[in-house]
């Protein structure tokens, strides 16, 4: 069982920066994957950014080159830097976490809400 949290969103213009964080809870520990998806209204949850226990990271198209997800496994966290965003970027920001071993079996937080406009 494992609990997640997000916090850091919040309103920006575009071409500015936010730093999301995820702090994690209960029966996790470094091995697992944790990552980032967002979801817009009338949109599927989609995919963002992805970091092992190994600190390989995987990033959409979208973002790539704009985001950058990083981890502490000392404090079971992960964040994920945002910069140069767009309003296309507004959207609800959820933390995901899952043991390889068991990928299947994942966990979500709550999200934290994005807006980027002028």
């Known amino acids: 069982q494992v609990q997640l949290v997000e916090s850091g969103g919040g309103l920006v213009q575009p071409g500015g920066s936010l730093r999301l964080s995820c702090a994690a809870s209960g029966s996790i520990s470094s091995s697992y994957t944790m990552g980032w998806y967002r979801q817009s209204p009338g949109n599927q949850r989609g995919f963002v950014a992805r970091i092992n226990s190994g600190g390989s990271t995987n990033y959409a198209d979208s973002v790539k080159g704009r985001f950058t997800i990083s981890r502490d496994n000392a404090k079971n966290a992960v964040y994920l830097q945002m910069n140069s965003l767009q309003p296309e970027d507004t959207a609800v920001y959820y933390c995901?976490?899952?043991?390889?071993?068991?990928?299947?079996?994942?966990?979500w937080g709550q999200g934290t809400q994005v807006t980027v406009s002028s």
């Open positions: 995901n976490t899952y043991h390889p071993l068991l990928p299947t079996r994942d966990y």
